[in-house]
């Protein structure tokens, strides 16, 4: 009785979408869909019976015929109701799926960053992705087909209790055995797809290894397709395994369905004959009505029987969907209470910060700044030395292990985090381009105005991405979905990452790398703009290339995840530290 509650709650559960969307449409369904197979299935079982009657009792042909015809009117009016609906029912249904996935698009945005560091997230992700569409719609046929098939059996059941009551306890007998052999396959399916998903999701690593042109260059003149190939075969073996390990356990349990199925036909059929050759069941109508309501019940009990079985299944499959929107997020949480930013230029202090990935030796420790409105900061130090994890922090895609992040005065944890991130401009190193136009590309902070993105475009020199590829400024950027769509060099990224923070009114600008791919000359003209006057955001500038920084107010070097050295460029080469170190080898090789 837990169980049958459970899968009960479960299947309510994954038709909560259809009850928000479109819980008018979820009820005309089921009412046109599980009224009408019952109607049909006493004319099937009935009808014979009353028409070899009429003609035993000598009624005319017209009498009989007229009736006839009747009868399937009736059946030929409860498909047709199906139909007249069908069309609203397509829309409606597609409508809600697409919803779903909307639904897991947004719970996956309100995750927090840390979750994406953690591969059991994405197994969890991806059996929502591939899952809760499909176990959505089979939760409301579960509802459909129960209904009908109750209704069905029902009348079935009613039309053998009055002459063949035994066959309803052999009927219960078989129901209970399949049920219990239904348990069984239910946790072999789960225990199946549960290996099956991150051998999938490994098969789509492949997948876009091969189909983006991200790896095109490695694939073909490096081992790396090699590599690739053996992991694939790896894994492949792995899958057939897996495959034929279930494989053996599946048809073991449905050769024992099958066993109690026909052992069941027989016994009903042996205590038919039995009754007959007595004299029990006397009349030539009444016997066909009982064969055909057993074979008809029969079916209706077997496909009952599967349905009872995938509310175990629905039941299991909801579990593993709803791990992945009961995942807890702290960060990206929306609070009543937060604070909303106001339109001005941040300080940014940074008090005893300190931080440490999961599973990771590498922490930032004890760091300790004070940025003030307006100031401009280059963050200098050797790879992996946690100049990007400042940035994370800056922008809260992680929490602080210890000390605090003050922005404007306030604590970054009283923020509401999204209003926050709306007010810092952010470019990285391999900004993303996506497959929209070039304007839209831009306008991912704020909608910007045709005269104000023609004078970031002149100041970039975003225009010229168009004359070199003779093509027009509606066109889209990628080739993702338009062959005559625009692939921009590493450069040109670049640049539209920095038109991005230029296109609206932010109080903290990070830039992590912002112009690594570009030219010398384009190199100096983007640090101009973002050092210069003309930028009256705060600013704090990750750089490798020191000749970017020297015009900084001020100058950080990280090292091993601590803040060394702070100060003007020509405070830091009197220094003679690090610094000094690092940019005088950098001039020789400028000189050399």
């Known amino acids: 009785m837990r169980t049958l509650k459970k899968n009960i709650r479960d299947i309510v559960w994954l038709c909560k979408p259809y009850w928000k969307y479109g819980r008018g449409y979820l009820i005309l369904f089921i009412l046109v869909s599980a009224i009408f197979p019952p109607i049909k299935d006493l004319i099937y079982v009935v009808f014979p019976e009353k028409v070899v009657d009429m003609l035993a009792a000598g009624r005319s042909f017209c009498y009989v015929a007229a009736f006839s015809l009747i009868v399937c009117a009736v059946g030929f009016a409860a498909y047709m109701s199906q139909c007249v609906f069908f069309c609203y029912f397509q829309r409606k249904s597609t409508y809600i799926d697409l919803k779903i996935k909307r639904d897991i698009y947004e719970k996956a945005l309100r995750l927090d960053y840390k979750f994406i560091d953690n591969p059991e997230y994405y197994n969890k992700y991806s059996w929502a992705l591939n899952e809760y569409v499909a176990q959505t719609n089979a939760a409301r046929d579960f509802i459909n087909k129960f209904l009908q098939y109750f209704l069905s059996v029902t009348v079935l059941l009613s039309v053998i209790a009055v002459t063949g009551p035994w066959i309803l306890v052999v009927e219960a007998v078989q129901l209970v055995l399949h049920a219990k052999i239904n348990e069984r396959e239910n946790k072999v399916a789960i225990e199946r797809k549960a290996e099956t998903v991150p051998l999938d999701r490994r098969f789509s690593y492949f997948h876009r290894l091969f189909y983006l042109k991200d790896y095109s260059a490695d694939m073909k003149s490096t081992l790396l397709s090699k590599r690739i190939f053996e992991k694939y075969e790896k894994t492949s073996e792995e899958k057939i395994d897996v495959v034929n390990r279930y494989a053996r356990k599946t048809i073991a349990l449905g050769i024992i369905h099958e066993m109690i199925f026909s052992v069941t036909e027989a016994v009903i059929i042996l205590y038919l004959i039995y009754n007959i050759s007595v004299g029990r069941i006397a009349e030539v109508g009444m016997y066909i009505t009982m064969m055909l309501a057993y074979y008809r019940i029969d079916s209706k009990l077997q496909s009952f029987i599967h349905l009872l079985r995938s509310a175990n299944e629905l039941s299991l499959?909801?579990?593993?969907?709803?791990?992945?929107?009961?995942?807890?997020?702290?960060?990206?949480?929306?609070?009543?209470?937060?604070?909303?930013?106001?339109?001005?230029?941040?300080?940014?202090?940074?008090?005893?910060?300190?931080?440490?990935?999961?599973?990771?030796?590498?922490?930032?420790?004890?760091?300790?700044?004070?940025?003030?409105?307006?100031?401009?900061?280059?963050?200098?130090?050797?790879?992996?030395?946690?100049?990007?994890?400042?940035?994370?922090?800056?922008?809260?895609?992680?929490?602080?292990?210890?000390?605090?992040?003050?922005?404007?005065?306030?604590?970054?944890?009283?923020?509401?985090?999204?209003?926050?991130?709306?007010?810092?401009?952010?470019?990285?190193?391999?900004?993303?381009?996506?497959?929209?136009?070039?304007?839209?590309?831009?306008?991912?902070?704020?909608?910007?105005?045709?005269?104000?993105?023609?004078?970031?475009?002149?100041?970039?020199?975003?225009?010229?991405?168009?004359?070199?590829?003779?093509?027009?400024?509606?066109?889209?950027?990628?080739?993702?979905?338009?062959?005559?769509?625009?692939?921009?060099?590493?450069?040109?990224?670049?640049?539209?990452?920095?038109?991005?923070?230029?296109?609206?009114?932010?109080?903290?600008?990070?830039?992590?790398?912002?112009?690594?791919?570009?030219?010398?000359?384009?190199?100096?003209?983007?640090?101009?703009?973002?050092?210069?006057?003309?930028?009256?955001?705060?600013?704090?500038?990750?750089?490798?290339?020191?000749?970017?920084?020297?015009?900084?107010?001020?100058?950080?070097?990280?090292?091993?995840?601590?803040i060394k050295e702070c100060g003007t460029h020509e405070e830091l080469m009197a220094m003679r530290g690090k610094y000094c170190e690092m940019f005088t080898k950098q001039a020789e090789n400028y000189i050399k």
């Open 317 to 562: 499959n909801a579990e593993k969907i709803y791990e992945f929107f009961d995942m807890k997020s702290e960060i990206e949480v929306r609070r009543e209470d937060a604070f909303v930013p106001r339109s001005e230029t941040f300080s940014v202090e940074l008090k005893n910060v300190s931080f440490k990935y999961e599973g990771s030796d590498f922490a930032l420790k004890n760091m300790n700044i004070a940025i003030k409105p307006g100031e401009k900061i280059a963050v200098v130090g050797e790879n992996g030395a946690g100049k990007s994890t400042l940035i994370k922090l800056l922008l809260r895609l992680y929490d602080v292990s210890g000390g605090e992040v003050v922005i404007g005065g306030k604590s970054i944890k009283e923020y509401d985090i999204h209003a926050l991130r709306h007010k810092i401009g952010a470019a990285f190193q391999n900004p993303n381009i996506y497959a929209m136009t070039l304007e839209e590309n831009v306008a991912l902070y704020n909608d910007i105005s045709k005269n104000d993105f023609d004078k970031i475009s002149a100041v970039l020199g975003l225009n010229r991405i168009f004359e070199k590829n003779n093509a027009e400024s509606g066109i889209e950027l990628t080739k993702e979905f338009d062959m005559e769509g625009i692939v921009l060099s590493g450069g040109e990224a670049q640049k539209v990452a920095l038109a991005r923070v230029m296109s609206g009114n932010f109080g903290l600008l990070l830039l992590d790398e912002p112009s690594s791919a570009l030219d010398p000359i384009a190199e100096y003209e983007m640090n101009s703009l973002i050092l210069g006057a003309a930028n009256k955001a705060t600013t704090i500038l990750v750089a490798h290339r020191l000749s970017t920084t020297r015009n900084a107010d001020r100058i950080v070097l990280i090292d091993n995840g601590e």
